[in-house]
C-alpha cells in the first residue's frame, strides 16, 4: 500500500524558514514525479514544486521562485520543500503528492497525481 507522510509544518514569523518533509511508503522505485501543492482557506489548491525521478529536473510556481527549494534523498525515499524569506501570503495547508510509474513531470501542476498525504499547516504571522 502506498502512502505519503508530511512533516515539518509550523507557525513562524515573516522571512522565517521551514523544512517540510514528505516521505514515500511502500513504492521505492525512481520512476516518479512528486509534487508539493497548498490551499489556504477560502482559495484553490495551488501547485507549489515538483521534482522528477533523481531530481534531475525541478520545477516552481512564479510565487515561491528563489525562495523555496524541492529536493530528494532517494535513500530514504523523501522529498523535501525548503522554505525560506516567508511571507504571510504562504500560509496555507501543505500537501505532498505522489504519481508513479512515470519518468517526467511534464505539465506538473495538472498531472493525475494518484497519491496525496495528510497535509502539514504552514502559518506565517506579520
Known amino acids: 500500500q502506498v502512502t505519503l507522510g508530511e512533516s515539518g509544518g509550523d507557525s513562524v514569523q515573516t522571512r522565517g524558514s521551514l523544512r517540510l518533509s514528505c516521505e514515500l511508503f511502500g513504492y521505492t522505485y525512481s520512476d516518479k514525479c512528486m509534487a508539493w501543492f497548498r490551499q489556504a482557506p477560502g482559495k484553490e489548491r495551488e501547485g507549489v514544486a515538483a521534482i522528477d525521478r533523481g531530481g534531475r529536473d525541478t520545477w516552481y510556481a512564479d510565487s515561491v521562485k528563489g525562495r523555496f527549494t524541492i529536493s530528494q534523498d532517494n535513500s530514504k525515499n523523501t522529498v523535501y520543500l525548503q522554505m525560506d524569506s516567508l511571507k504571510p501570503d504562504d500560509t496555507a495547508m501543505y500537501y505532498c503528492?505522489?504519481?508513479?510509474?512515470?519518468?517526467?513531470?511534464?505539465?506538473?501542476?495538472?498531472?493525475?497525481?494518484?497519491?496525496w498525504g495528510q497535509g502539514t499547516q504552514v502559518t506565517v504571522s506579520s
Open positions: 503528492a505522489a504519481e508513479l510509474e512515470v519518468w517526467q513531470c511534464g505539465s506538473w501542476e495538472n498531472r493525475p497525481y494518484k497519491y
